[in-house]
């Protein structure tokens, strides 16, 4: 469970993301990477709240499409999954046999 602290953090983090969504595309490039910092790495719930605002779905979608690459899952990021697939499976084929 979260204290107040990341809890708070992670709403004014919400909120700021909201307002960025409502001003776009007349945003700066720092306000873009706030918002794709948001996007791939805020609390799911957070992300899924903003993203789901009816009044905001137009905006989200041409942020989304202008910023397509920068939210592509990387090959680093698809690597690392693998990895912890496999640890965990052979984890727990290790316990299993053991």
Not at 30 to 38: D, G, I, N, S
Request: no cysteine; aromatic share 10%.
């Amino acid at each position: 469970m979260t204290d107040d602290k990341d809890g708070s953090a992670a709403q004014a983090q919400a909120a700021r993301a909201e307002d960025i969504f409502r001003r776009y595309p007349a945003i700066t490039k720092e306000e873009a990477q706030e918002a794709l910092m948001f996007l791939k790495r805020g609390r799911h719930l957070d992300v899924g709240r903003v993203t789901g605002m009816a009044e905001l779905q137009t905006s989200i979608e041409a942020f989304r499409h202008d910023h397509r690459r920068a939210l592509r899952v990387s090959i680093g990021e698809y690597a690392m999954f693998a990895a912890g697939v496999f640890l965990f499976i052979g984890g727990l084929f290790w316990v299993l046999a053991g």
